[in-house]
């Protein structure tokens, strides 16, 4: 599966963005929040994505960094939100606010975040709250442990095959710390050291 596709913007509405890659044009559903994050029609730029699949019909979702799809992924985590409404939920306020009431536990907050009623509030929190932290331009979570941010493509494998993400931060800053003093390790290129800590880290994380 695809991670992001890269190209030019052709087209922005409401929940939704066109992007021409190499004469192909896609239509990616989007948070409302995001659109000011992508270039402006005409310019170039990158888009994180992910496609839902059904019976009934093919969606796929973009978002301006991973983060902010690691945050669409968490909210999917909680019962009763699907894509819409999380996209809503991402479309109403920022990942950097969303987060930060999450983990500050202001149920009150929440609420009036719009898609958000109360059982929705209660069930966020349950499922969410110490889960979450961004940093103050909502690009990327403010506690990731220092060696794991070279790795940061590292983690995103593992959430995305289901694993918290401040315990896959701390195992992949784990593992690559104990490699680094390897000097075979240290020699590879960043593809083959991401895939050697990968391996490394699924392990870790089975236990």
């Known amino acids: 599966m695809f991670n992001s596709l890269s190209g030019t913007i052709t087209g922005k509405f409401p929940q939704k963005i066109y992007l021409d890659t190499h004469g192909i044009e896609w239509d990616i559903t989007v948070p409302d929040s995001a659109l000011d994050a992508f270039p402006p029609v005409g310019g170039t730029g990158r888009v994180y994505t992910w496609l839902q699949h059904t019976d009934m019909l093919m969606t796929l ?23 819409k409404a999380a996209l809503k939920i991402m479309g109403s306020i920022s990942s950097a606010a969303l987060a930060k009431i999450l983990d500050s536990g202001d149920l009150a907050a929440l609420q009036k975040v719009p898609g958000v009623g109360k059982k929705t509030a209660a069930k966020m929190l349950l499922q969410l709250k110490g889960k979450l932290s961004m940093d103050g331009d909502g690009g990327s979570t403010a506690s990731r442990p220092a060696a794991a941010q070279p790795y940061a493509d590292v983690v995103t494998a593992l959430v995305e095959m289901g694993h918290e993400r401040r315990a896959a931060e701390q195992v992949v800053s784990d593992v690559a710390a104990a490699l680094e003093s390897d000097a075979s390790f240290a020699g590879q290129a960043q593809a083959a050291k991401e895939d050697v800590l990968f391996r490394r880290a699924l392990v870790e994380l089975a236990r």
């Open 61 to 83: 979702y973009g978002f301006a960094s991973e983060a902010d799809r690691s945050l669409f992924f968490d909210l999917l985590k909680v019962d009763g939100i699907g894509p």
